[in-house]
């Protein structure tokens, strides 16, 4: 699971690029996660930074994968 290994800084980019066009943005993309979010037993949610753009809050982490 992404969200295991997912930590604040990690550079990321959409798992799937037909998101990132429908929320409008580059398909290829490179993004910062600027925050992690636990809640007791409900899954854990990043927020995630991409340049020029609105910071995209709580969204699940399998939603990302992380890039060199």
């Known amino acids: 699971m ?3 290994t997912m930590m604040q800084g990690d550079a990321v980019v959409f798992a799937r690029p037909d998101l990132a066009e ?3 943005i580059w398909r290829h993309a490179r993004g910062r996660v ?3 979010h ?4 409900a899954p854990a949610t ?3 930074e991409f340049q020029g753009y609105a910071i ?3 969204y699940l982490p399998d939603l990302f994968r992380p890039v060199p």
């Open 38 to 41: 636990r809640a007791g037993d």
């Open 46 to 48: 990043v927020d995630v």
């Open 2 to 4: 992404a969200s295991a």
């Open 22 to 24: 429908i929320l409008g």
């Open 34 to 36: 600027v925050g992690i």
């Open 56 to 58: 995209l809050e709580r």
